[in-house]
């Protein structure tokens, strides 16, 4: 059974590290289920003392990536609790922002943990942002010379990276209670 994602041969996805300093961006192209890197970068917020400005630099930046790109959906990296509630506030601030550029444009939006990103490209939850950026670097086949030495990029292509990998996860039909009840509906797929 195919799922409407798998179907598709083409699609764009945004990939989003927010940030109140810098924001990280990437850009991944799947065609026919093989992802390539499209785009990646940051923009740099440390130059705007007003955090509103910030955050209107954070809208007009993803409004502009969309309308140059037009991605089909975006990945974001979804909150993580920490201990100043100030930076989580900013940073919150942040999310909704690049939120609200995709709503704009009617881009399905989809959120993940930093953990779930950094285990689906690297098998480690707790993986440092330069073995990601490493493992993202060979799975994309990106040169040396394309890599930025800000890791926020690779955060926010990693993001990207870890949508495409979760999309194409096989869906589980949950209509079943347990793997007896599967074996029972599903009699002539099981060899007895």
Request: charged residues 25%.
């Amino acid at each position: 059974m195919h799922t409407i994602l798998n179907m598709i041969k083409e699609k764009i996805i945004l990939g989003i590290d927010p940030g109140t300093s810098v924001m990280g961006y990437g850009l991944i192209k799947v065609i026919n289920n093989k992802p390539a890197l499209l785009a990646m970068g940051v923009l740099e917020l440390n130059k705007y003392e007003d955090h509103y400005l910030r955050l209107r630099r954070i809208f007009d930046r993803i409004t502009g990536l969309i309308d140059e790109f037009l991605p089909d959906e975006v990945a974001i990296e979804a909150p993580f609790y920490g201990k100043n509630v100030q930076s989580m506030l900013k940073l919150g601030r942040a999310q909704g922002v690049a939120m609200a550029a995709a709503l704009t444009r009617d881009i399905p939006i989809f959120e993940y943990a930093p953990l779930k990103i950094k285990m689906s490209i690297t098998g480690n939850g707790r993986a440092a942002k330069e073995q990601v950026a490493d493992m993202l670097q060979r799975f994309l086949k990106i040169p040396q010379e394309s890599m930025l030495p800000q890791l926020d990029a690779t955060d926010g292509l990693a993001a990207a990276f870890c949508h495409f990998l979760q999309s194409n996860r096989p869906q589980i039909d949950s209509s079943y209670t347990s793997w007896k009840d599967y074996i029972n509906k599903n009699e002539k797929k099981v060899r007895r």
